[in-house]
């Protein structure tokens, strides 16, 4: 009777608040549905640094020394391979050259004369007229005159090689990245005076650092999606190409 009681007091109620307007309490449906499986991505997140490959981002440094006498190149700018970028002031360089020439040209003379004289001496030597020592004197003043003929067209070709170092070539087709050096900036011949960075945006990739418990978890040739914050809902296929082997002593993470 109890329980009776109780469902007739609860009813009470319900007709009560209903009669002093308060809505009665929806009723709920409850739909059941057949269990079904399915697969679960197990996803790692990792942030990093998107860049070109290493092999296809250079540094483009004059092989020589001097001041930039021209950059022909912006930020932005496409480059082919072996487009020139920007060029060094050569007239030094140019002078060389010539002096080098000059004495190429010398020896050369020099050469052509002491074969002559060689062969003059041979042909006397033949006819009984000079001696054995002629000959020999003038086969060693032709060998010693070849020898500075090689010589002086190896500085020459030195000297040439260093006139084309002053021009300044992309080694890669790409984009231009930064300008470092602009017109009447000096530069020393070396990788630590770059004029500009070139990289083919073609390919990127994406530098990580992961925990040792991701590391064992991730594996060459996994899938990888790759997002931009500066690109909302844009989103890359990649995959992953390297996997650290150990983590870093000092911060416990490793590479990916």
Known sequence: ????EALLLVALAACRKEAE???APAKKKVRCEAVVTSEVADTI???GTIAPLPDRDAL???QVGGRVLQVLVREGDATTEGQTVARIDAA???DQAKEAEAALARARAER???EATLARAQRVFEHGIAARQEVDDATTRAASARAAEAEADAVAQRARRQVERATVRSPLAGVVIKVFRRPGEL???TPATPVVEVADPSKLELLAHASAADLVRLAAGQPATVTVAALPGTTWAGSVAVVSPAVDRATGLGTV
């Open 45 to 47: 997140e990792l942030a």
């Open 187 to 189: 530069v020393d011949g």
């Open 21 to 23: 307007g308060e809505p």
């Open 60 to 62: 483009v440094a004059p």
């Open 92 to 94: 030094l360089l140019g």
């Open 1 to 4: 009777m109890r329980a009776k």
């Open 112 to 114: 052509q004369n002491a």
